[in-house]
């Protein structure tokens, strides 16, 4: 089944906790089942997206790191 | 038995939402402390919390609109305001602070390191729903009027608001 992204959010260069309390923004926006990617360069991120993942219920498909950047696909809850 | 298990699951489920919840005391009003209180609120925000800040003594300063330079109604309440500036950016640095020098080495380095200023974190905290209450005893001895503070605010209250909102819920006084 391929993947339909709905949202791309580039977070890049932002800190804690920019780019968690963006994507829990631009969350709000989306209708159950879509489906978010989202940009970051913070390496505590990874840990963070996980966590918020399981405080949300929000399911993180996957998470990939391309030269530096992470990358998390979110399935809205 | 069934229904003892049954019923002990929904007891502890209405007890989780119930400490769901995040409320933080702040207190201070100095650059490193509202920091972290601002983080922490727009992150327990972002992970779906009920987050409220009781804003008392020292840590409504921050929450002065940045064109009001002196409050208060006597001399003492504006010699206060004189040696105290309100707004996000006049905040003191707790320790190393250098007569300011060090509050601006530090949001150089913030803006190196991609962090969300003050002001910016407080935007995004209204944002997402973060409960902001002024204290109304502090800001009658303080010398603060609702007009002095920053719009998006909750109405000012007192101890038992906080109290009654914080019972239960995870409680942090910064």
Not at chain 1, 30 to 57: N, Q, R, Y
Not at chain 2, 105 to 119: D, I
Request: contains cysteine; charged residues 25%; proline residues 5%.
């Amino acid at each position: 089944m391929s993947v339909v992204i709905s949202k791309t959010l580039d977070l890049k260069g932002f800190a804690c906790p920019i780019p968690i309390a963006r994507t829990a923004g631009a969350m709000k926006e989306m209708t159950p089942g879509e489906i978010m990617e989202v940009l970051a360069t913070d390496p505590g991120s990874v840990p963070d997206f996980t966590a918020w993942s399981k405080a949300t219920g929000n399911e993180l498909i996957e998470h990939t790191v391309v030269d530096g950047v992470y990358r998390f696909v979110l399935r809205k809850r | 038995m069934k229904t003892d298990i049954l019923e002990a699951e929904q007891a502890l489920r209405e007890l989780d939402e119930k400490n769901d919840g995040l409320v933080i005391f702040a207190w201070s009003g100095e650059l490193d402390k509202i920091w972290p209180t601002l983080i922490l609120a727009t992150t327990s925000a972002a992970m779906g919390k009920p987050t409220t800040i009781f804003f008392t003594f020292w840590g409504l300063f921050p929450l002065i609109k940045e064109d009001v330079r002196i409050t208060g109604d006597n001399w003492m309440q504006k010699m206060l305001s004189v040696m105290n500036h309100g707004g996000t950016e006049h905040l003191k640095l707790s320790k190393m602070n250098f007569g300011g020098m060090g509050p601006a080495m530090m949001k150089k380095l913030a803006k190196a390191h991609g962090v969300a200023s003050p002001h910016e974190l407080l935007d995004l905290a209204k944002s997402l729903g973060v409960k902001m209450v002024p204290c109304q005893m502090t800001m009658d001895l303080l010398g603060l009027k609702r007009e002095d503070l920053i719009d998006g605010l909750e109405e000012p209250a007192g101890a038992t608001t906080a109290l009654l909102e914080a019972s239960g819920a995870q409680t942090l006084f910064i």
